[in-house]
């Protein structure tokens, strides 16, 4: 019933969004303090947060109105470092997932450090170019 729920209330954003999505065509990434799939109350908006505490889950959900090019993704967490050997940049966590609907993907990390990290989105066909892109940070509580 959970999975339902779940499945009706992206849906309804999705329409209620519809002609963002179509007059952007671009890749839509929601990072939110709350499971996006699962909110207490139809009335509640998913909204964009960027900041977020230590250990606390970080859900993210992505949307690609052309859909991913193959059925395995692999998300990153990156994180902005001036000790950090490339450019100032480390990869704190890279998976590798299967999806199962061609057009959004969601899930979620904990981050034990504070700082700024972005997280990027690639299909598994092409690890060089980014789907989605977005940046938040991790403080303390």
């Given at each position: 019933m959970k999975k339902i729920i779940s499945i009706?209330?992206?849906?309804?954003?999705?329409?209620a969004n519809a002609f963002i999505f179509k007059k952007k065509e671009k890749p839509v990434l929601i990072l939110s303090a709350k499971n996006p799939l699962v909110t207490e109350n139809f009335d509640e908006k998913i909204t964009e947060n960027s900041v977020f505490k230590i250990n606390s889950r970080i859900y993210f959900?992505?949307?690609?109105?052309?859909?991913f090019k193959s059925?395995?993704?692999?998300?990153?967490?990156?994180?902005q470092d001036d000790n950090a050997h490339e450019?100032?940049?480390s990869?704190?966590?890279a998976k590798n997932v299967r999806i199962k609907n061609k057009h959004t993907y969601s899930d979620y990390f904990t981050l034990s450090q504070t700082g700024?990290?972005?997280?990027?989105?690639?299909d598994i066909e092409n690890l060089h170019q980014w789907?989605?892109?977005g940046g938040f940070r991790v403080v303390e509580e």
């Open positions: 009706l209330i992206i849906l309804t954003f999705l329409q959900l992505v949307y690609l109105p052309d859909g059925n395995y993704i692999r998300y990153q967490i990156v994180k450019g100032g940049y990869r704190v966590r700024k990290y972005y997280i990027q989105i690639f789907r989605a892109f």
